[in-house]
């Protein structure tokens, strides 16, 4: 579930509103995450003290990011501009089922994009959108 926003400080209010009230949050230390624990269960670290204390980290989601710079370097070289967004889907569905066989992963794939319409944010992207 990645978003793309401007600036971090609007992460909070996404989780607010995305995440199921029943879910255990972890967070660092920003005061931006602070209102999240008015609405969930919370765990906080300072990851300048730890990286995990009493149960609560955030190594998942620098996990998460740390493979999207893997991705960047190695599969595709640049995400930026108006594909960010999708980028960022693309490696969470990668995240969410790399435990999955590969053979497994070609099915669902393909079963998605046969089941598909057209894209209009992809069509003609080899061309750089020249169709």
């Not at 669902?108 to 750089?128: C, D, E, F, H, L």
Request: proline fraction near 2%.
């Amino acid at each position: 579930m990645p978003f793309v926003t401007k600036a971090e400080r609007e992460g909070g209010a996404l989780v607010a509103a995305d995440v199921e009230v029943t879910s255990v949050v972890h967070a660092d230390e920003a005061t931006r995450w602070d209102l999240l624990t008015a609405k969930f269960a919370t765990r906080r670290i300072n990851r300048s003290e730890a990286y995990s204390l009493d149960g609560a980290c955030n190594n998942w989601a620098e996990s998460f990011f740390s493979r999207i710079r893997r991705a960047e370097a190695g599969i595709h070289h640049k995400i930026a501009g108006k594909f960010l967004s999708a980028y960022a889907r693309e490696m969470a569905w990668r995240e969410d089922f790399r435990r999955t066989s590969n053979g497994g992963q070609f099915v669902m794939i393909v079963g998605a994009a046969m089941a598909a319409p057209v894209s209009r944010q992809w069509k003609g992207y080899w061309q750089r959108n020249q169709a």
